[in-house]
């Protein structure tokens, strides 16, 4: 194995001078996941907030106001004056109206109240507000109908928010409640890492459309890739298949280490006389981080960078004159392409955009089935289920081979089995939601 790439250290995690290895020398499914860490973060770009669904945030976003941002009604009823309920008056002259977002100059005064609506300014003077369901209105005056207390349905300035409060982190991914949130402060821009150019290259002879003929078929991956990255939150991607020829594949990889941030394959990264991924990128100067993971199904996976300039700085400030692209290649079998996704992919991509925990979300729960050992790390399609208690209950599915999909309505979880370890219903095991 090649040594790990230089890394921009102020960004990332350096790798280990070492990777722990199985018996059959293949790279740990911890490292593999933990290599992705050292890789370069995307440059920062600023966007107006509502087209920033999905990016990860670049920096800290400070409230720049108080929340609310003045007293204002919490319903629609009429502002009064505390003092004068608690003298025990309980008829009013009613002097006006205050709606939501409509500026009125009214001050209250003794004796006196405001039609007031939900979200409206509190005016001067006023310190409560009754209900209209506890007020019997008459014309120009109204009649209080039970006591109230000080402060009653009043939504103060800033007691959501003070002004200056973090409200969002840098590695928080935009989802529309956030935004929603920023929108409420007066947020309009932000500054968010650039989503990364992703192609995707489908290799083999056999894979088609079509299939044209019957040594071939259909082609499940393509769909599997774009369809996953579509929800995850990129659903702009570069698809592009390519046979089993050195030259072609040469031609087409080259072009996209040179254009895309992130180039994913499929196929042709085993040992077989045409899994050509490997050799035909490091031809074009791509370095290999790994290749070969101790997991089953998904072995064969290989990860390298590939420099844009041969006088790359990896300390060099300027994001643009240090950009690096990155070759992820997945096995081609598609049961083995969907834990990638899940696993490697993902994690990569997280990375790249500086999220805060990029790293798997391993959950526990208690196994339903017998296992027995086997000396690769395996992650097995199961179905999960949750008991009255909240505990997380798996129950394996048939046909787990890597390159049967069948299962995948059935399948809710991917669970991690550590080799050697037989399982019994007793046991616990770590897995990741579907």
């Known amino acids: 194995m090649s040594q790990p790439v230089p890394t921009d250290t102020s960004l990332s995690l350096p790798l280990k001078s070492g990777h722990e290895c199985s018996h059959e020398g293949l790279i740990s499914l911890d490292d593999a996941l933990a290599s992705y860490a050292s890789v370069q ?19 800290d976003i400070i409230s720049p106001v108080e929340l609310p941002l003045f007293d204002q009604s919490a319903v629609d009823g009429y502002a009064l004056r505390q003092e004068d309920i608690d003298a025990g008056l309980r008829k009013f002259e009613l002097i006006g109206e205050i709606r939501a977002g409509i500026e009125q100059q009214l001050t209250l ?35 209080l109908m039970q006591p109230i207390n000080v402060g009653t349905d009043i939504r103060y300035q800033g007691e959501e928010l003070a002004k200056g409060t973090i409200l969002a982190k840098q590695g928080d991914q935009l989802n529309s409640g956030l935004i929603a949130a920023l929108s409420m402060a007066g947020v309009q821009q932000v500054n968010v890492h650039r989503q990364p150019k992703i192609a995707v290259l489908i290799t083999g002879n056999e894979i088609s459309s079509q299939r044209d003929h019957e040594a071939q078929v259909f082609d499940a991956n393509g769909p599997l890739i774009s369809s996953w990255l579509a929800e995850q939150g990129y659903p702009q991607i570069h698809i592009q298949h390519v046979n089993d020829e050195a030259e072609p594949l040469r031609q087409t990889l080259q072009h996209a280490l040179h254009h895309f941030d992130l180039v994913l394959t499929t196929g042709g990264v085993s040992v077989g006389d045409y899994d050509l991924i490997r050799p035909v990128s490091m031809q074009l100067g791509a370095q290999q981080i790994f290749w070969q993971v101790a997991q089953k199904p998904g072995k064969p996976l290989y990860f ?20 690096q692209s990155y070759l992820l290649g997945l096995p081609g079998n598609p049961a083995a392409v969907l834990i990638g996704l899940h696993l490697h992919v993902k994690t990569l991509l997280n990375y790249l955009q500086n999220r805060h925990n990029s790293s798997p979300h391993w959950q526990t729960g208690q196994m339903a089935t017998d296992l027995k050992a086997d000396s690769r790390e395996r992650l097995l399609r199961m179905q999960r289920s949750i008991d009255i208690n909240g505990q997380n209950h798996l129950t394996i599915l048939p046909k787990q081979q890597s390159h049967m999909l069948s299962n995948m309505a059935l399948a809710s979880a991917l669970v991690r089995i550590p080799a050697y370890q037989t399982i019994t219903p007793e046991s616990v095991a770590l897995f990741i939601p579907l």
């Open 41 to 59: 973060r995307l440059p920062v770009i600023s966007l107006p907030l509502l087209k920033a669904h999905r990016y990860i945030l670049a920096q």
């Open 109 to 143: 005064h003794a004796g006196q109240s405001i039609r007031i609506f939900t979200g409206g300014k509190i005016p001067c003077g006023a310190d409560t507000i009754a209900r209209q369901e506890i007020v019997q209105r008459e014309q120009h005056h109204i009649e």
């Open 304 to 323: 390298a960078s590939f420099h844009h300039s041969q006088n790359f700085n990896p300390q060099d400030p300027n994001p643009q004159n240090r950009h």
